[in-house]
């Protein structure tokens, strides 16, 4: 980006957020968001339902999707 081998770049996810301190924060060309890109109107009622069914499954004892987990690899815990 620095270079200007690329015109710019949106960024969505970061590992840690907020990302304080993090140096493509200072590229001008870079647009960021607190992963919420995808969050629209139009999808707002599915998003919803689905966090709710997740919140049922958690409850009834039952894993989540794979895809709705988002897990860190700082954040595991060896099993003992």
Do not use: C, W, Y
Request: charged share 20%; net charge negative; hydrophobic share 40%.
């Amino acid at each position: 980006m620095k270079d200007g081998h690329l015109f710019g770049a949106g960024i969505d996810v970061f590992s840690k957020e907020p990302p304080v301190g993090n140096p493509q924060l200072q590229i001008e060309n870079t647009v960021m968001t607190s992963h919420l890109a995808g969050a629209t109107l139009e999808n707002f009622v599915s998003i919803v339902e689905r966090g709710v069914e997740n919140a049922k499954r958690v409850l009834r004892g039952e894993p989540l999707p794979t895809a709705d987990v988002v897990i860190s690899s700082d954040h595991i815990q060896p099993v003992d």
